[in-house]
Each structure stands twice: as C-alpha cells, then as structure tokens.
C-alpha cells in the first residue's frame, strides 16, 4: 500500500516540482532574431560553392552532387577554358526543394560544394528560391582551407603545367631510350 | 561444347574461345582490359588472372590468365580464389600507381571501364607513395581527345586503330614505362573510324572532345535507340540529349551490321542538328518579296493548309524516313509523287532491287562481308560513301589468316600468334576503280580503269566465269588476262563477295555486277562444292535510298517527270521534303523548273542553296526528333526512336503532312502511318514487326529515356518556372521521357544506353548478348524486305565498249558529301572545298601544276577547280569533287576540255592548304 502511494502520488509531487522550478530556470528560446542563435560549423544549412586557395572556383562541374542529390535540385552544365580548367557554365539550385541533407557536400570530389549555418531562407515568392552560381559562389574556402584538387589531379590548367601537381615527375621524353 | 567448372559450377561453353570470353558470356564478371571481343587477347594487362586446377585432386592451382587459357573440356577454374583475387587487385594497384587523380574532371567518369575493374578488383586506397610518370599531350583534331596521363598501357588503342582499322598515324611510342600512345607529332588522326578510340579505350587517354565541348555525365543523358542517317549501311547508334541539345552519338551494337564500330561520319556528325544552318522557325515569303518573315507555329500550319489545297505535286526524299515520305504520297495523292533522287539514280536502284530479288545470290550484311575470303569493290570509293562497309572489307582479308592458324591449329583468339603466323597473307581483295583508294593497303590488286572499261572488264570477267555470258566485244590480250586472273580467284573462293555501289550512277555498272554474280552462281552450281549463294551488294549513298526505291514500285514517277510539270507550271503548288533539289539534277534544269511559276513548299531542317527559293520553308525534325523507318543496302528495315522534342515550331515531316486540320495540334503517329501501310503493301508486310507489339503490359509499362541515375529534374528548367511542368508524353513509341518504367531488356531493340550492375561503361554489352560478340538476347534486328524470287533471270545485255576518251568521275569525301553531316563543326573542321583530280600523264599534257587551278569546260557546264595530280587515277580521268557546290551534273555530260589557268602563287598556296587535309598519299611532290 505504501508502495503504491510512494509510485504514483510521490511521483506526481515530484514532477509538479520539478515543472515549478523550471519557472526560474534559464531559458532555451532566444529572443530571435533580436538575439542570433549560436550554429554549429556543421550545421546542414544554406549551400555555398566555395573557392580553392588561390582564389578560383574549386567547383569542376563534375555533377556529382547533381546525381547524388535525392531531390534532383542541383542542375549544372560542364565548361572549360582554354588551358583545359573545367568549370560550371551555369549552377542551379533550387531551395524550394532542397532538403538539406548534405549528400552533396559528401560527394563532392573537390570540396567546393559546402553546406553553411545559415538558416534563414525564406522568401515570399517560391521564384526568388531558384539560386544560380552567382548566388551560391562566396570569396573563399568556406570550412576546408587547405584542398586544391588541380594541385593534386595531373591535368594541365594555367598556371601549372604536366608535372606540376603533387607527387608527380617532369613530363616523359618519348624519344629518350635512357631509362 | 564443353563442360568447364567455374568455382564449383558447371557450364557449358564453347571450346574453341578463351576461358575469359566463356566466363564473360556465362555472365560471371571477371576484370579485364586488353581483350576485345573484336581484336582477341594479347595477355598485356594480367588483369583477369584466375585459378586453374589440374583435376579435381589439385587444391594447389596456378594462376593463368583467363584471356590466354582455352575454355578446353574438363577445365576446373575459379575466379573467387583467394590467391587469384589478390593477384588481380595488386595487378590493378600497379597499372593505377601514375593515375592522374582527376576523374571528377575526365570526360570518361561515369562510363569508365578503369574505374568499373577498380572497384571489382579492390583497390581502395593508393599505397604508392613515389613520384608519378607525367606525359604531354597531342593535339588529335577536331575528333579526339588526348589526356595521356591517364594510360594503364593496355594497347587497346594502338591494336584497333593499326590492326583493325588500318590507321597509320598511331603508335606505341618510348619503352618501359615511358610507353606513349600518340602519333609522331601532332596533329590530325586520319583514319575514318578513330571515333571508336573513345569507346575502345578503356579510361579517359582518348575521349570525343565534340562531346567535351558540351559535355554531361552518361547517366544525364537522354537516349533512346536510332539509325545512323549518314549514309546506306543503317548502323545502329545511340544519340544522346541534355538541356534540348544533342549532345553526342555512340555506336549501339547490333550483331549483323554494325557491331562495336562506327565510322566518323556517324559519330561526330550530329552538331549539325544545332547548327546556325538550321531551319528554326517558319519563314514565308509573299509573291516575289526578297526577304523571308518568320511564321508563328499556328501561322505556318494556316498556311500549309491553304497552299497545298488543290493539285500539289510531292517530291520526297532518300534522307527522309520512309512514313514522311509515304505520308507526303499519301497527301499528294500517287499520281502527284516523286522521286527524290535523281533520274539515273532512280534507274540504278531498279537494278539493284532487281538483284535483291535474283535467287542463288544474297546481299551479305556487314559481319558477312567479314567471312568473305574474295571480295571484288567496283569502282565505289567504299571507305568514303560507306564507310562501315570498308572496315569490314579490310577484315575480310584476314580471313587467310584464319586458314593458317586453323591448319597450324593456333586458335583464333591468340591475335598476336595470329598475325605473327599470317604476317602479309591476306585473302584476295581486288579493286577495279578510276582512283587509288584508302583500301589499296590491303587489297591484293588494284586495277585503275575508267567506268566504260570497268563494265567492259566485269563483262569480259563474267564470261571467263561462265562462257554462257556474253563475251564483250573488242577485248585484247591485256583485258583477257586480267579478267581471267579475276575470274579464277572468284571462283577458287568459297565465300566470293562483290561489292559496288551507285554513285557512279550508272545503270550499266550495276547490270554489270548483277551479271558477274550471276556468272558466279552458274559457276559454282556445276563446277563448285560450294553451294551457297554468292554475296552481292551495293552501297546505297543515302539512309532511304532503298526505301524510297522500294516505295516507288508501288507508285510514284522519277524526278524528271516532276520538273516537267513544274516546268510547264501544271500544279497549284509543290511540296519538296528534306531534299535540296540542286544536288539531284543540273542547275539549268531546275532552273527551267523553277521559271514555270509553281509556289514552292520546302520542308527542310538545314539552310541550303535550294530551299532559299521556297515560298513557304517548313522547319522539320532531324532523325533525332522523329520516330521513323529506314531502308538500309540490304533492304533490311530498322526503327530510330524519337530522342528528344525540338522546339515546337519543328515538326517531322509526317506530321505535318498527315495532319489535315491546321488546329490539330499534331499528326498522326509515325507507328500508325507504317501500321497502315504494310496492311495495304504486301511487300512491307514485315513492317508490322519491326517495333515491340504495345499490347499487354507492354502497352502501360514503358521503357524509360533516362538513366535511373538522371540528375537535376526539379532544377533544370527552374530559372524559368520553378514549378515543375509535367513530364513529356510519348504516345507513340513504347520508350518514355523519363526514368520511369522498367528498362526493357527484353527488348534489346528498345535498349539505347546498356548498364549492368558494376558494369557503367559500354563494356557492359557483354550483359546483354547470348554469347560475346553473338547477338543481342531479344528484340527486332530489322525486318529484310526484299524476297528472292524462285526463278533465276539470264544476263542482263550491256553494250560494253572501251573507251579512251577523257571522262569524268564524282569522288565523294566522308567528311563532306553528306548533306547533313557537312553542318556539323567538327566535321567542317575536316571537308575540303571542291577540287579536282587528274594523272600525271595528263597533266603533262595540258601543261597543270601541282596543286594550281583548272579550267573544265563541258557542253553544260564549267568549273574552275584546284587540282591534284596524283599517280594513282586511270589514264583520261579526271575526278571531281562537287562539296555539294559545283554542279556535277552539268560536268557528266559532253566532251571535256581541260586547260591551265595561270598559276597564281596565292591560290596556289590556298589550295596547297586545302591538300595538306587531304589524305592521299599518292599524290606528287609540288615540283613534279
């Protein structure tokens, strides 16, 4: 019997104290967005396309992210210029479908397609959340400051030629027999 | 067959193939990389090492390669072997130590065998920490890509473009692992089929840089299964879309015609489709006005319909699919229909399908022509008008080097033992041709005659073959000789094969080679073991030339009749589809034609010369964006399916013509207009096969267009409406664009892009067919729709007389002569303008240097050209080559005078340019 009322009635004193004194305990809520929340670096949030260190697109428009997204909202179109970089002509994604859930960052062979803190994406007009690489390309290396994916690959572009990238010997002479 | 035991399991396999092919065809995967179906083994990669037991006591093994090992009897192999798949991933860590690391950027990721065996074999992580060997890359052409960086070595390359394809200009260059695939110094691949190094080529080293230019992922490809429009041989390709472009053309194996290969027309020949040549939108132009006014699709359609209400006469089209041009009959009425093609041509393809028909001989398809061990090339420049078929001549002469190793009893597979036993022993390939041709590096004889003493040789060889033909008259000792010698090697052969063509035009020659199968058929039937029919084809310049032929006989008029009723202005209006009237018959006629005042309505998908004088041009759909028939040179139908929808100001032909209402907002369907047809022909009865039967489940579950991997759906055409539209709708083909239904392998016909789990690139074929390199597991190969009749004919009668007066051919150029094909860039980057080919002899005589301009004056016609004196062309010849600008046949007839113009150094040097393009290389120095 004094087991029984020790369970249920002792149980729900507890509780009742426990909900009174959370009357003067801090608050979770902030005053948003008047006060900003802290993000953690990983948050899934707003996709950028970030830069390598020596300042140029590090995106190489090798649709990854594109055949990785679940949604299919990224869509992009393959460019290159004349000393054989490739980059996106065109970049596009669109947010009213995106689900944030981050696979084309983890696809992305170049780590130019990051996913940011920010949060705060919404629009009036569904048009305005069509974002196309002008919107998403910031001036630097977003969360991961040391990769250059055409410093390690061996195609030529300007600036470095054959032979350049790490771990590689100057080019062959095909007509050298010495070996 | 053979029992052989793959870890643990029976099968039953072919002994005569290789272990590796045997396990390929069970559909067990095992890596590899040098092996092809097409080329054999050479054991270079060590790729697809397996265990094999001696007896079932052995648990030891060895490891050999399966590539290098006969599928014998009794043979107990395993492939899950725990040393063997050891051995293949170190095998694979190797060839990867110098990978350049950069397949997010190599055209070929996605569809790359190198990465398919990398993941198969095991090799995760890179161990290799010292330096990589780099190369320097060569500039190929317009063509082909080079990333030399890429190269695992397994001499692929190499062995298709020399060994198979007969290339010169690449070559395995350096030692150990310096080795280097390239040419000598930079600059263009010249052999017509070195497209296929981007699918033969299993990583990114080769790659198809048009496709490059605007490039996408295979798997954001939309496909669907078609015909190659460039030329009569009808080779199945798989064209591909991306954002309302056409992107690329691969090759899409089809067992009999063109099987892993196609040539360079085909597969770079699609940009013209986005060519600036292309008609867009409708333009009408009102009485005599000078400048054409865009025509909205409404619009255009209101005023097809009020021209063409009374009596119109049709003109249809040998590059038309055959439902446009039974549609436009169907509109105009048969009494109104036309030829599309020119008188002589019309002629030529009477007799072609009269040989089609003649009982005791058959038109071999092209992996025939490949068994062939004698095969007699008329006078057709096979390599320029139909490629495909040359590649197969070219094989066909190794054929004696099957007897060889079959006698010393090395199988077939072991290329290189092969070859090395053969070494120049080729089987008989005789060419009788006014000019050196790019197949005279394998042909045993090459017999340079004009095209009067080429028939009067066919006949003098058909009568050596049977003394009932008749003997030509006047022949001497040379001719006797030499038409015996041709004689007796066609009869010792046991799979004789003659090919020409019609781009001579000329009746007579085909009689002529109608005539020498015929005394082939005799021949064998009384004196010969072999009683099989003898193989005869022409190749047909056209993708419809045959179908139009074949439509003809059941109603329709040649084309001269046409431009006299034009001439006379008798019809209301006339309706001319996708055909330019200038290359069909001489300017001056068709200027006749013309002045008779009837309003003109072009259907056209390109700008040319012709269709600027339409009242009314239509735009219309190219074989990319139309479902459609063609015929091909055996007479052998095959479907090409619809890869995507133009605009909607352009329409297919048929389309429009059967569409009577202008507000309907389309025709009807290519499938019910064959449907109709071959119920009311008996001659095409076959057609109702031709596509899968949409009944059943068949008839709800379609096949998808897109890949399950298609990317980007709810982004694409987001910039301009971010609310998805609806998916298109195909009501008139089993195929959907989209990715969803179920990917039809039970319907190989259906089947544009092939993947297999594992299997991404091409390579992944080998899923789909009954055995390697057999045929497909199921679907339509094409109905064949000529019957051979049951009663042999006699001899046709030719007055065959030699002739010694100068004449006049018409060389064709791959990249060039096809109408279409000539608008793609790439394919520009490799034409020539117009020349002219003339002996030395001639030369001397009329005073013309090297590489200078002539005068050719006819009766109709003359033409300044820039010459090239080559050594091999027959004597009183003079070869030129229109580039769909010099009207050739105002040259055709007449006495032919020739004079130097005066040399000028700067069209001297102009021309020289040109020349330096040309491949010839028989050509004399500039001094000579």
Not at chain 1, 5 to 31: N, P, Y
Not at chain 2, 553 to 558: H, V, W
Request: glycine fraction near 6%; hydrophobic fraction near 35%; include cysteine.
């Amino acid at each position: 019997m004094f087991r029984l009322i020790k369970d249920t009635l002792g149980s729900q004193c507890v509780t009742l104290w426990r909900v009174f004194m959370h009357a003067f305990a801090k608050t979770d809520t902030v005053e948003y967005p008047d006060v900003q929340p802290q993000m953690a670096a990983r948050w899934r949030g707003r996709i950028i396309l970030s830069r390598d260190p020596d300042g140029e697109e590090r995106c190489v428009a090798c649709n990854l992210c594109a055949v990785a997204c679940p949604v299919d909202c990224i869509a992009l179109q393959k460019a290159e210029d004349e000393e054989g970089r490739w980059y996106p002509e065109f970049f596009r994604i669109n947010f009213s479908r995106c689900i944030m859930c981050g696979f084309c960052e983890e696809a992305c062979p170049t780590n130019a397609i990051q996913l940011t803190p920010d949060f705060e994406m919404a629009e009036y007009v569904r048009q305005d959340m069509v974002w196309e690489k002008e919107d998403l390309l910031i001036n630097g290396t977003g969360k991961y400051h040391d990769y250059n994916f055409y410093r390690i690959a061996g195609k030529k572009i300007a600036g470095k030629d054959k032979g350049e990238a790490r771990n590689e010997e100057a080019p062959v002479n095909v007509r050298s027999l010495l070996p | 067959m053979a029992k052989i035991s793959v870890d643990g399991i029976e099968y039953d396999v072919n002994p005569e193939n290789n272990l590796l092919q045997e396990c390929l065809s069970q559909g067990l995967d095992l890596p590899y990389f040098c092996w092809h179906p097409c080329m054999g083994s050479v054991g270079a990669c060590r790729q697809c090492a397996v265990k094999q037991y001696r007896n079932e006591e052995d648990k030891k093994g060895t490891i050999v390669m399966a590539c290098m090992t006969p599928a014998s009897d009794g043979s107990i192999i395993s492939i899950n072997d725990q040393q063997a798949t050891d051995f293949r991933s170190h095998v694979i860590e190797s060839l990867m130590i110098s990978h350049p690391h950069d397949c997010p950027v190599c055209e070929e990721g996605g569809e790359c065998h190198l990465q398919d065996m990398t993941q198969m074999s095991g090799h995760n992580y890179r161990r290799y920490d010292f330096k990589k060997v780099t190369h320097r890359n060569q500039n190929l052409g317009p063509f082909i890509g080079h990333e030399m960086n890429r190269c695992i070595a397994c001499y692929r390359c190499v062995r298709f473009y020399n060994d198979y394809a007969g290339g010169e200009d690449l070559a395995a260059l350096g030692s150990h692992h310096h080795v280097y695939f390239g040419r000598h110094e930079e600059g263009v691949l010249e052999n017509e089929f070195s497209g296929n190094l981007a699918e033969v080529c299993p990583t990114g080293v080769f790659t198809d840089k048009t496709f490059s230019a605007h490039y996408t992922r295979k798997w954001d490809l939309q496909t669907a299964p078609s015909i190659c429009a460039g030329c009569g041989v009808g080779c199945n390709t798989a064209p591909g879309e991306r954002y309302g472009t056409l992107r690329r053309v691969v090759n899409r194996y089809h067992h009999d015609i063109n099987g892993y290969f196609i040539c360079d027309r085909g597969r770079f020949g699609y940009d013209a489709n986005s060519s600036k040549q292309r008609v867009g939108k409708a333009l009408y132009r009102h009485g005599q006005e000078a400048e054409f006014k865009p025509l909205s699709s409404l619009e255009a359609k209101r005023q097809f319909a009020a021209m063409t209400g009374g009596d119109v006469i049709g003109i249809g089209s040998p590059r038309a699919t055959l439902e446009s041009n039974i549609a436009l009959r169907d509109r105009v009425g048969v009494e109104n229909f036309y030829a599309g093609f020119s008188d002589a041509q019309f002629d030529c393809l009477q007799e072609v399908l009269k040989s089609l028909r003649e009982p005791g001989l058959y038109c071999p398809d092209v992996r025939q022509i490949e068994r062939s061990d004698c095969v007699l090339v008329v006078n057709e420049d096979i390599t320029n008008t139909s490629a495909r078929l040359a590649l197969a001549i070219r094989q066909a002469g190794r054929n004696a080097a099957t007897d060889l190793a079959n006698e010393a009893r090395i199988p077939l597979w072991q290329d290189a033992a092969v070859r090395e036993l053969a070494q120049n022993t080729r089987s008989p390939l005789i060419i009788v041709s006014p000019q050196g041709s790019r197949l005279d590096d394998v042909a045993s004889a090459t017999h340079l005659l004009q095209l009067d003493n080429q028939i009067h040789l066919l006949q003098a060889v058909a009568h050596a073959i049977d003394p009932d033909a008749l003997k030509p008259t006047a022949s001497n000792e040379v001719d006797e000789a030499l038409s015996s010698s041709i004689a007796a090697q066609l009869c010792q052969a046991k799979n004789p094969c003659l090919v020409s063509g019609i781009s001579a035009e000329s009746p007579a020659l085909v009689k002529a080679c109608v005539n020498v199968a015929k005394a082939l058929r005799a021949y064998r039937k009384h004196n010969s073991a072999e009683q099989n029919p003898v193989a005869l084809c022409f190749a047909m310049p056209e993708a419809n030339s045959l179908g139009m032929a074949l439509l003809l006989e059941t109603g329709g008029k040649p084309l001269r009749a046409a431009l006299q009723r034009l001439a006379s202005g008798s019809a209301d209006a006339a309706i001319v589809m996708e055909n330019d009237l200038s290359l069909r018959t001489s300017q001056t006629a068709l200027a006749e034609a013309m002045a008779g005042g009837v309003p003109l309505i072009v259907m056209d998908q390109l700008h040319n010369r012709f269709n600027e004088q339409a009242q009314l041009l239509l735009p219309s759909s190219s074989v990319f964006e139309q479902h459609g028939t063609w015929i091909n040179y055996e007479g052998r139908a095959q479907s090409s399916y619809q890869v995507f929808r133009p605009s909607e100001d352009i329409l297919a032909s048929y389309e429009r013509l059967s569409a009577l209402d202008p507000m309907q907002e389309c025709g009807v369907s290519s499938e019910l207009i064959m449907q109709e047809f071959a119920r009311a022909n008996d001659a095409f009865s076959a057609l109702t096969q031709l596509r899968p039967p949409r009944v059943g489940i068949s008839a709800s579950l379609k096949s998808p267009r897109q890949s399950h991997r298609f990317s980007g759906r709810t982004a694409m055409h987001a910039q301009d409406h971010v609310h998805e539209s609806q998916q298109e709708q195909d009501r008139a083909s089993a195929l959907a664009f989209s990715m969803e239904g179920v990917m039809l392998q039970k319907d190989s016909s259906l089947m544009a892009s092939p993947w297999s789990p594992a299997w991404n690139s091409n390579q992944s074929i080998s899923k789909f067919q009954q055995e390697i390199n057999g045929e497909l597991q199921q679907g339509s190969k094409g109905e064949l729709l000529c019957v051979r009749q049951s009663t042999e004919t006699a001899y046709d009668a030719i007055s065959a007389k030699r002739d010694e007066k100068l004449t006049c051919f018409i060389i064709s150029q791959l990249f060039g002569s096809d109408e279409i094909s000539a608008n793609a860039p790439a394919i520009q980057a490799r034409s020539l303008g117009p020349y002219a080919c003339i002996g030395q002899e001639l030369a001397l005589a009329c005073g013309i240097r090297q590489h200078g301009l002539v005068d050719i004056t006819t009766q109709t016609g003359r033409v300044q050209l820039p010459v090239i004196i080559r050594r091999q062309i027959a004597p009183n010849c003079i070869g030129i080559y229109p580039a769909n600008e010099v009207d050739k046949y105002a040259l055709l007839l007449g006495e032919i005078t020739l004079q130097a113009v005066p040399d000028e150094d700067s069209h001297i040097a102009s021309s020289r340019a040109m020349f330096d393009h040309l491949l010839i290389k028989d050509a004399l120095a500039r001094e000579a």
